[in-house]
């Protein structure tokens, strides 16, 4: 290994939300926070180096897209992912939760409905409410894989219930792809079938893909786009660096549109905001982790990520079989299994915060489905997780 995730970064002083809100949501400031989708884990010297790079200069006007940029986005998209989002598909968003805001205010009119799939990332319900639109609920359901372990437990579409619950109001749905809360790479033909029934109701999909750069265990994320023409048609993807290499801070975003209608509508829109306009560091950071360096750290920090969470897996087996993790498919969070438990969702909460000194995510805040969950964020040094573990051991 050349990259060292062990190493523990203290992150005092610097206004980081992971501590800085503990006392605000969890009424302790002393706690083990593992829970918002950012990592512990340094980010790399290649992207640091870069933006210093650029500090030295000491002259910070307006600024523009390199010309390379795109091309650099897309070839990236192509290398990993098999799918060649043309260069003028594509645009800066500042924020991909920003970019669903936007996206539902360009095209969701004020008594139409945005559909999500919950247990999923609650802006995909707060973000339609907050700008007035009603939301429509089709849960996913579980499954349990071959074998029954419960550690191949996962999600998949409820197509027969989507078809009962969306009614000719609904004009967008929201996909988190790969999934968070639980990991779940959708596979093309549930992406197919998915974009069939939105593409034929006239529904824009919103493919957010942030985690899409980090299957793990031999998975694939498949682009809601690459799916067919309809998915292509009727879709905006959301994209970043972000997640995958820890600069969440430094807001990086693209949004692919392949159709034109779609594009001329959303892009004019952006430019009439300014809001397709990058910050100074957000092109340097993103063409430094789109590189030869960045593909090196990505497959080092996905194998600590894949031994951390096999280490979870085997803790609770071993230590507190009344939780179950559900083994992810992509990313670094970790959906807990609670409900052999038998707590309620108070005492849930209290059994991490109070007695294991934990901030993790609680699964009802994904809405229906997750009810007994918790989330466990593991892109952590090894050291911290297992005081996270014992804690939490020792707590039950
Ligand atoms: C699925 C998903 N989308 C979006 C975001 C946030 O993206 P941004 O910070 O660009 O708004 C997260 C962060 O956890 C996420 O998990």
Redesign the pocket.
């Known amino acids: 290994m050349k990259y060292n995730f062990d190493k523990i970064i203290d992150r005092t002083g610097t206004d980081d939300l992971k501590h800085g809100v503990l006392e605000e949501r969890y009424g302790d400031a002393n706690l083990l926070p593992l829970w918002?989708?950012d990592m512990d884990f340094e980010t790399p010297q290649f992207i640091t180096d870069a933006i210093r790079r650029r500090l030295d200069h000491s002259l910070f006007g307006y600024t523009m897209m390199p010309a390379n940029y795109w091309q650099r986005v897309s070839q990236w998209i192509e290398d990993h992912h098999q799918w060649r989002p043309r260069e003028e598909w594509m645009t800066y968003i500042p924020?991909?939760?920003?970019?669903i805001g936007m996206a539902i205010n360009v095209f969701v009119k004020e008594d139409e409905k945005v559909i999500i799939q919950p247990p999923v990332?609650h802006?995909f319900r707060l973000t339609p409410l907050g700008n007035r639109r009603q939301v429509v609920y089709n849960p996913l359901i579980e499954t349990l894989s071959t074998g029954g372990q419960w550690s191949c437990a996962s999600y998949s579409m409820d197509f027969d219930q989507l078809a009962e619950v969306c009614d000719e109001k609904c004009r967008m749905l929201i996909l988190?792809n790969p999934h968070?809360p639980a990991g779940v790479c959708w596979d093309a033909d549930t992406l197919r079938h998915l974009a069939h029934f939105c593409h034929e109701r006239g529904i824009i999909v919103i493919s957010?893909e942030?985690?899409c750069d980090m299957a793990l265990f031999g998975n694939r994320h498949v682009p809601f786009a690459s799916v067919s023409d309809e998915a292509a048609q009727c879709s905006i993807t959301f994209g970043?660096p972000?997640?995958t290499f820890n600069i969440?801070g430094i807001?990086s975003?693209y949004a692919i549109v392949p159709n034109d209608s779609l594009r001329s509508r959303f892009f004019s829109w952006l430019e009439a905001n300014e809001l397709n306009e990058p910050h100074l560091f957000a092109p340097i950071a993103t063409l430094a982790a789109f590189s030869p360096e960045g593909e090196e750290w990505r497959k080092e920090m996905l194998a600590y990520i894949e031994r951390n969470v096999d280490y979870v897996i085997s803790f609770c087996h071993d230590h507190m079989p009344k939780i179950k993790p559900w083994r992810p498919e992509a990313s670094f969070l970790v959906w807990l299994d609670c409900r052999d438990l038998d707590l309620d969702h108070e005492q849930l909460n209290r059994l991490f915060v109070s007695r294991a000194r934990l901030a993790l995510n609680d699964g009802e805040m994904f809405g229906k489905g997750g009810e007994g969950f918790m989330r466990l964020n593991v892109a952590a040094p090894r050291s911290v997780l297992t005081q996270a573990l014992e804690s939490l051991r020792d707590a039950l």
């Open positions: 918002v989708a924020g991909i939760v920003k970019g990332y802006p988190s968070n957010d942030i985690h970043a972000s997640k969440a807001v975003s």
